[in-house]
């Protein structure tokens, strides 16, 4: 069966200093990889999305970026972090076809201090 | 694009009475749904899913959902709440060919014994 892990589960940090959160999958091949952040009564908010290996759409111009070196792993990173940039992260999966449902890992509680 | 609409983002319902949450979505071409629960601090949890065929889908925990195409409805049902109930709902929506989720708000239930 399929699984995704996520981490770390918290994470505090200074701002300003770098963040690299990162995503993997098991039983599956080629899936599509999300980031969402999660902001308290704001429902869920589409970061990133790859299709494949090296291909990283953006939905929204922000303080952070995403990388997919391998098939299975999704990393979340940023240079610099601002206060803005606290929230509740959810990476997650699918298989390619869109009547399929996504798939979520345990999401990374960061706060910036 | 696609769009999500949950009203209410506070839900009170008596433990044994009928949860009804609420989803209205917008749709350029006929739609994939979805409905999941989050417990707090946790990822988020497929509940059911309408792709095609049967208008009356059921899920996990009780819960069921009825597509409704002439008033673009997607409500999710649970005859008799349980205390286990208490969490957060999303409603999402997919096109065919659109890897891409679009969520509503979502609707925080409390139980009430």
């Known amino acids: 069966s399929q699984t995704i892990h996520q981490w770390p589960a918290t994470l505090v940090q200074p701002v300003g200093s770098p963040l690299s959160l990162e995503c993997t999958v098991e039983?599956?091949?080629?899936?599509?990889l999300y980031w969402y952040r999660q902001a308290a009564g704001r429902g869920l908010q589409l970061l990133f999305y790859?299709?494949?290996?090296?291909?990283i759409s953006s939905e929204v111009p922000q303080n952070l970026s995403a990388s997919r070196p391998q098939d299975r792993q999704f990393i979340l990173s940023s240079k610099k972090l601002l206060l803005s940039d606290s929230g509740f992260y959810l990476c997650?999966?699918?298989?390619?076809?869109?009547?399929?449902?996504?798939?979520f890992g345990d999401g990374t509680r960061l706060s910036i201090l | 694009a696609q769009s999500v609409t949950q009203l209410g983002s506070h839900v009170s319902v008596s433990e044994g009475a009928l949860v009804l949450l609420r989803c209205n979505y917008s749709?350029?071409?006929?739609?994939?749904l979805f409905w999941y629960v989050q417990y707090p601090n946790q990822g988020l949890q497929l509940l059911l899913k309408?792709?095609?065929?049967?208008?009356l889908v059921k899920g996990i925990n009780g819960f069921e959902a009825e597509f409704k195409k002439s008033e673009t409805s997607f409500h999710l049902t649970k005859p008799s709440a349980h205390m286990s109930d208490a969490a957060e709902y999303f409603c999402?929506?997919?096109?065919?060919?659109?890897?891409?989720?679009?969520f509503g708000k979502g609707n925080q239930v409390v139980v009430i014994p």
């Open positions: 997650a999966w699918s298989e390619v076809y869109s009547n399929q449902p996504q798939h």
């Open positions: 039983g599956t091949s080629n899936p599509n």
């Open positions: 790859s299709v494949g290996i090296g291909q």
């Open positions: 749709s350029s071409v006929p739609p994939y």
């Open positions: 309408y792709t095609t065929g049967a208008t």
């Open positions: 999402a929506v997919s096109e065919r060919g659109n890897n891409r989720l679009a």
